[in-house]
């Protein structure tokens, strides 16, 4: 048994206790169950002629067997590679052909997907079939064939493969950042503890667990710690209310970038589902609007927020409980294995309250990425910073505010201004659903603010009424000249929307005019 084999440990030590919960099937699974399963998984991987660091991907929803791959696939020394479903087969075949695997594992959903990669990319070999209807698919047949007793394990180092996560770069093709033992055991540190991760923390999984929030807030460090994992298949917020609400679930933990939060408030359920026993409902991945944290809070649920990327573990801060109303929209300080500084264009370190970009190292931090040495060169400091392409400043306590993305910072008349504090704005006007502002090019003062808003169901808003918000609490340079009306806007699988679509579909036009300057 390796030393951070942690489904044989919690087989050994709490075989009965239940790992995962699939909502979807009722599917129950035991940590003995859990452990067998990607024991066989692993021997069956092992007579494909996989071996230490070939990698397997896997095309699915949520769902108890990706955690049987990450398992198999630790125990033998194997890479998982968790493909995102949202993808198109081109973009799917890049990253199979780039991560060159093997292996590829695929939801019954997906299996015109799987079939056309399997002719297009050359490195794929075997194709394994999961079908939840099926209890003779080819997945239960490979798991079913394999004797568990015959797995030759593999010696592994911390710093060993665990994974590859496919980044969603926006231009160019993706890259694939190389996830360590170490990375995970350490985000099991780092975000376990101040969240107050045991044993007996149940959570619900509603993220993407081809995304690193699905896959470690905190699924992983559960698992890590003998708790249970609630999946949902994929997000609905009333499904999630309803769960949530449950006691038969018992869930303690959530978390969601802020959209599934931003749904499930707008929700009708919302109001009247027993939010009782969420001891934690922790929020990341993207500027969290203060109408959001407010409402939840207004709940009695103190949205837990920090702020992380795939590069990271992904944990890189966190604002405890504690400090929540007092540092509202705040991401906290550097967790516990984490060094965390903002810098300015010369690289300098900046002083309290001054903006700049946040440059994070430890043992947390990614080696690089996949067959990308220029583009690993390039993130890095020459002494080991990883320089996170995010806005920040820190306060004179020492905690930190993500302000915005560098990249979808723009200037206006000189001035840089923050989409999402823009923004932030725009969402204390109470029939604003959905508000995202980006920057357009404009000849007189080099770019300017576009606002695309999404109006609540049955409420009508004025482009007046919106200038007069901004006016009275935005400076001039910092309310946009044009304003758009739409029914939805566009969203990764996480949830967080895509600005690059709308700088697409939205550039300078005819809306209202603020001629704000």
């Not at 991945?285 to 920090?306: F, H, M, N, S």
């Given at each position: 048994?390796?030393?951070?084999?942690?489904?044989?440990?919690?087989?050994?030590?709490?075989?009965?206790?239940?790992?995962?919960?699939?909502?979807?099937?009722?599917?129950?699974?035991?940590?003995?169950?859990?452990?067998?399963?990607?024991?066989?998984l692993?021997?069956?991987?092992?007579?494909?002629?996989?071996?230490?660091?070939?990698?397997?991907?896997?095309?699915s929803?949520?769902?108890?067997?990706?955690?049987?791959l990450?398992?198999?696939?630790?125990?033998?020394?194997?890479?998982?590679?968790?493909?995102?479903?949202?993808l198109?087969?081109?973009?799917?075949?890049?990253i199979?052909?780039?991560?060159?695997?093997?292996?590829?594992?695929?939801?019954?959903?997906?299996?015109e997907?799987?079939?056309?990669?399997?002719?297009?990319?050359?490195?794929?070999?075997?194709?394994?079939?999961?079908?939840i209807?099926?209890?003779?698919?080819?997945?239960?047949?490979?798991?079913?064939?394999?004797?568990?007793?015959?797995?030759?394990?593999?010696?592994?180092?911390?710093?060993?493969?665990?994974?590859?996560?496919?980044?969603?770069?926006?231009t160019?093709?993706?890259?694939?950042?190389?996830?360590?033992?170490?990375?995970n055991?350490?985000?099991c540190?780092?975000?376990?503890?101040?969240?107050?991760?045991?044993?007996?923390?149940?959570?619900?999984v509603?993220?993407?667990l081809?995304?690193?929030?699905?896959?470690?807030?905190?699924?992983?460090?559960?698992?890590?710690?003998?708790?249970?994992?609630?999946?949902m298949?994929?997000?609905?917020?009333?499904?999630?209310?309803?769960?949530?609400?449950?006691?038969?679930?018992?869930?303690?933990?959530?978390?969601?970038?802020?959209?599934?939060?931003?749904?499930?408030?707008?929700?009708p359920?919302?109001?009247?589902?027993?939010?009782?026993?969420?001891?934690?409902?922790g929020?990341?991945?993207?500027?969290?609007?203060?109408?959001?944290?407010k409402?939840?809070?207004?709940?009695?649920?103190?949205?837990?927020?920090?702020?992380g990327m795939?590069?990271?573990?992904?944990?890189?801060?966190c604002?405890?409980?504690?400090?929540?109303?007092?540092?509202?929209?705040?991401?906290?300080?550097?967790?516990?294995?984490?060094?965390?500084?903002i810098?300015?264009d010369?690289?300098?370190?900046?002083?309290?309250?001054e903006?700049?970009?946040?440059?994070?190292?430890?043992?947390?931090?990614?080696?690089?990425y996949?067959?990308?040495?220029?583009?690993?060169?390039?993130?890095?400091?020459?002494?080991?910073?990883?320089?996170t392409?995010?806005?920040?400043?820190?306060?004179?306590?020492?905690?930190?505010?993500?302000?915005?993305?560098w990249?979808?910072?723009?200037i206006?008349?000189?001035?840089?201004?923050?989409?999402?504090?823009?923004?932030?704005?725009?969402?204390?006007?109470?029939?604003?659903?959905?508000?995202?502002?980006?920057?357009?090019d404009?000849?007189?003062?080099g770019e300017?603010?576009?606002?695309?808003?999404?109006?609540?169901?049955?409420?009508?808003?004025?482009?007046?009424?919106?200038?007069?918000?901004?006016?009275?609490?935005l400076?001039?340079?910092?309310?946009?000249?044009?304003?758009?009306f739409?029914?939805?806007?566009?969203?990764?699988?996480?949830?967080?929307?895509?600005?690059?679509t709308?700088?697409?579909?939205?550039?300078?036009?005819?809306?209202?005019?603020?001629?704000?300057?």
């Amino acid at each position: 048994m390796q030393h951070y084999d942690w489904s044989a440990h919690h087989a050994m030590r709490r075989p009965d206790e239940v790992a995962i919960v699939n909502s979807d099937s009722g599917q129950k699974l035991s940590y003995a169950q859990l452990d067998e399963r990607a024991r066989r998984l692993a021997v069956h991987l092992q007579g494909l002629g996989q071996g230490r660091g070939e990698r397997i991907a896997m095309l699915s929803p949520n769902c108890p067997e990706l955690f049987e791959l990450e398992f198999a696939c630790g125990k033998i020394g194997t890479v998982l590679l968790p493909l995102n479903w949202r993808l198109t087969v081109p973009e799917l075949e890049f990253i199979l052909n780039d991560s060159g695997a093997k292996v590829l594992i695929y939801d019954a959903g997906f299996a015109e997907t799987a079939q056309a990669l399997a002719e297009r990319c050359e490195s794929v070999a075997h194709t394994i079939r999961i079908d939840i209807e099926d209890a003779h698919s080819e997945y239960e047949q490979a798991l079913a064939g394999a004797d568990p007793a015959k797995l030759q394990g593999e010696k592994l180092q911390l710093e060993d493969l665990a994974g590859i996560m496919y980044t969603s770069g926006t231009t160019g093709h993706p890259k694939g950042a190389m996830i360590t033992h170490q990375m995970n055991l350490i985000n099991c540190v780092n975000l376990g503890t101040p969240v107050g991760i045991s044993p007996e923390t149940v959570q619900l999984v509603a993220l993407p667990l081809f995304h690193t929030g699905g896959l470690n807030c905190y699924a992983n460090p559960i698992l890590h710690a003998g708790g249970r994992i609630v999946l949902m298949r994929e997000f609905d917020p009333g499904r999630a209310l309803a769960i949530i609400g449950d006691p038969d679930y018992g869930i303690t933990h959530f978390f969601g970038v802020p959209a599934p939060y931003q749904f499930m408030m707008q929700h009708p359920d919302f109001a009247a589902t027993d939010l009782s026993r969420l001891k934690v409902a922790g929020v990341g991945g993207a500027p969290c609007a203060e109408a959001i944290l407010k409402t939840w809070q207004d709940r009695g649920v103190a949205l837990v927020q920090g702020w992380g990327m795939t590069e990271t573990s992904p944990g890189g801060t966190c604002l405890d409980a504690v400090d929540a109303l007092r540092k509202i929209g705040s991401a906290g300080q550097a967790l516990l294995h984490t060094e965390i500084k903002i810098v300015g264009d010369d690289g300098a370190e900046l002083g309290a309250d001054e903006v700049g970009e946040l440059l994070i190292r430890g043992p947390n931090i990614t080696p690089g990425y996949w067959n990308r040495p220029e583009a690993t060169a390039e993130a890095f400091t020459e002494d080991g910073w990883l320089k996170t392409g995010d806005a920040a400043r820190r306060d004179g306590e020492g905690f930190f505010y993500i302000v915005d993305r560098w990249k979808d910072m723009y200037i206006s008349g000189g001035e840089n201004v923050y989409p999402a504090e823009v923004e932030n704005v725009l969402y204390q006007l109470p029939q604003v659903a959905e508000a995202a502002i980006i920057g357009v090019d404009d000849e007189r003062w080099g770019e300017v603010g576009a606002a695309i808003l999404v109006v609540k169901p049955g409420e009508s808003l004025e482009e007046s009424a919106i200038l007069d918000h901004c006016l009275a609490n935005l400076a001039k340079f910092k309310i946009p000249k044009y304003i758009y009306f739409t029914d939805v806007l566009p969203r990764n699988a996480t949830g967080k929307v895509l600005k690059r679509t709308l700088r697409e579909q939205f550039g300078p036009g005819v809306g209202a005019d603020a001629d704000a300057q």
